[in-house]
């Protein structure tokens, strides 16, 4: 297993405190907080921009009462950054630290990244990048699920396809593409002697009787980015009418609860509309999922869970495996990752969903490449054409009721299957298992476009001294001799430091005390070369120029 582990850390990517809780600030902080409790790793690195992250990562780690020391690594340092032998990222976004990592030893360390939402433009442009960026053989993109390794092996190879028609040749994109699914905490979702408690508390304070059956829904409440309603509301409705008239439910009541959030005030309005019109003889309840406890709750009070997805946002899915953890019976659609997760009669029921054929969106693509279709409106008329069969989910829905054994069955089922495959522990020897790999394939893989000497480690970002050399005559070398200009005087030297414009970027030359000594000898010796003054400072030779140009700048000294 690795010794070292560095993971870049913005809050931004581990956060679910803001009011607009997404997919993969949850995804992140749950794995986040499951690495410090559960890596074997000896050291852990924090790769941050800057202190205040990385303190605000220590933070966050003894919130969740992990004791664990973290070394900071400044993420602009590709020397600092070997020190990690992997850098974990919790988006796709290598291309640039690729780059980075070429400004020093491409073998130090690798790169590893995972996918969440990846059907929007900058997604697909940082996919792009990866065929022409230095990515290694020992850097990984981690799939959340084999749909969406697919996905991204058929964009790869339809953007290298194009390459080569551009330019020639056929690149090659080495990156692994290991499928690794998302992972739950499952202990906390699993039931304790508290639970019956909870599901009392919440059902009395929602008017739900102890007999009444409970439908859930968990997630955001938004029809063009998650799932739309009106299926789940049509089938509730058909599957209570049916119970009811069957006498399935034995005179309880069904009800259905979302629980998520809302992005406007319109679409809350459209949502309670909708269940008013479709599912009339269904008590449709509400709540704001950003809570914690609240979700908590829910999973306790409820006896069916249903994610009818049909958005190519969607990668992976959380919630129906922390229903299966919280033991309930699933229906969800044939979709993307929950192809993975949910076992079609044994965890639940997988609905078919149809969608158009190829080549009935090239409109779309084109409107959202152009910004005519902003991003939600680009997803929102893909799904509208996208559909889950309602009778299925009518169908499983009415198993479920009318079985209470059934549900018993699959609930324990599902429990077994989270807890024994995507109960983070698990999920995180599989990280570590990946990640002890690309270290072997460091030491022996074929390096990919090995940095020739004299060369730009960024072609697009070079040296703006050999970028832009042709501008200028003369150059700066070791056998110029150095003399004292007119400006060398202590007094002007010193107008100069305290000269905001004059001082500017003292930070990328020597330090004072380091030439005033060349200042003093041509004051008081004479002449001297510029390679002796080089020698005096050894691979320091970039700073050395740096400067003798400022000071020439300011006639401090002369050539």
Known sequence: MPTTIGFWYQRDGYDTSGKRLLGRQAAGESFLRSLLRHTTAQRLCCVSPGQQEFQDCVQRAKTWQVERELTFLPADDPARLAEAGVVYRPDPGLPDLAWLRRFGDQRAYSLCGVTHTIC????????????????????????????????VE????????????????????????????????????????????????????????????????????????????????????????????????????????????????????????????????????????????????????ADIFVSLSDNIQETFGLTPLEAMA?????????????????????????????????????????????????????IGRACQSTAADIEAVTKALYQLIEQPALRQKMGAAGRERAQAEFDWPVIIRRYEALWDELAELRSNAVETAPLATGAPACPLCDDPFRAFEHYSEQHLHPGLLLSLGESGTVSHFTRLLKDWMSAFGADRRLKQAEFTALLDHLKNVGPARLGDFLAKHPGREAEVYRTIGWLLKFDVVRV
């Not at 809570?291 to 908590?296: A, K, S, T």
């Not at 979709?335 to 054929?357: A, K, L, N, S």
Request: glycine share 8%; proline share 7%.
């Open 326 to 378: 919280s033991g309930l019976p699933v229906i969800c659609t044939d979709w993307d990752g929950y192809q993975e997760t949910v076992r079609h009669e044994i965890d639940g029921f997988r609905i078919p969903v149809t969608m158009p054929p190829a080549g009935s969106g090239v409109e779309l693509a084109r409107d959202y490449l152009s910004d005519r279709l902003p991003y939600n409106a680009y």
């Open 120 to 151: 929007t433009k900058e997604v697909m442009r940082l996919f792009g990048q990866l065929a022409i960026a230095p990515i290694q053989p020992w850097d990984a993109l981690i799939c959340t699920s084999a749909a969406v390794k697919v996905a």
């Open 154 to 301: 058929r964009t790869l190879a339809e953007w290298t396809n194009y390459l080569a028609l551009r330019c020639g040749g056929k690149p090659a994109v080495p990156l692994q593409l290991p499928v690794i699914p998302l992972g739950i905490e499952a202990a906390s979702f699993a039931a304790t002697h508290q639970t019956p408690q909870i599901r009392s508390g919440l059902r009395k304070t929602l008017g739900i009787a102890d007999d009444d059956l409970v439908v859930l829904y968990v997630g955001r409440l938004n029809f063009y980015a998650k799932a739309h309603p009106v299926p789940m509301y049509l089938a509730v409705e058909r599957a209570f009418k049916a119970a009811t008239s069957g006498r399935a439910l034995s005179g309880g009541k069904t009800h259905l609860l979302q629980v998520g959030w809302f992005e406007q005030e319109k679409e809350e309005k459209a949502f309670k509309e909708a269940a008013q019109k479709f599912c009339p003889s269904v008590p449709c309840i509400s709540l704001d999922g950003r809570q914690p406890e609240m979700r908590r709750q829910a999973w306790a009070a």
